[in-house]
């Protein structure tokens, strides 16, 4: 069978912030499981960012046992973004994005976001001038 993986961001709330989630994740579901970011407060929410891999199918129920746990899980591509509205396309976050999911388009006029490369360490956020990298908190 092929590996299925995929960056998801898990929203905690405080009743479930001191369960072994991710624990049950790898045991239960066999799911293999890389932290890109973490920031976790003891009975408070919590938002954690995983590179999750497995089967498709036990991906899927994995996912699926998180919602029913009363977690928010989508997609990494859904929480980081860019404004296009208010990109001015300087390309200060280009220097700061170590995916390379910020860069120049060929002929290096207009700034172009990849979602699917960013591990969503929100250094673009802060090196933005313009504000045109968004956290979005669902």
């Known amino acids: 069978m092929s590996t299925y993986a ?3 961001v898990i929203r905690y ?3 479930v912030v001191q369960q072994p989630v991710i624990y049950q994740l790898v045991k239960k579901y066999d799911l293999v ?3 890109l970011k973490a920031r976790i407060f ?3 929410e919590g938002v954690i960012v995983l590179e999750l891999s497995g089967t498709k199918e036990n991906f899927d129920h994995g996912i699926r046992f998180l919602k029913e746990m009363g977690l928010k899980v989508e997609p990494l591509s859904k929480s980081v ?3 296009c509205d208010k990109c001015v396309h300087c ?3 280009t220097a700061f ?3 390379q999911a910020l860069f120049f388009e060929s002929g290096g006029s207009k700034v172009i976001f990849d ?3 960013c591990n969503g360490c929100e250094l673009c956020v802060s090196a933005c001038p313009v504000r045109a990298m968004e956290i979005n908190l669902l």
């Open 13 to 15: 709330t405080p009743d």
């Open 6 to 8: 995929r960056k998801i």
């Open 115 to 117: 979602a699917e490369k």
């Open 97 to 99: 994005c170590s995916t």
């Open 81 to 83: 973004s860019q404004n």
């Open 42 to 44: 003891p009975r408070r």
């Open 91 to 93: 390309g200060a976050c």
């Open 33 to 35: 499981f890389n932290i």
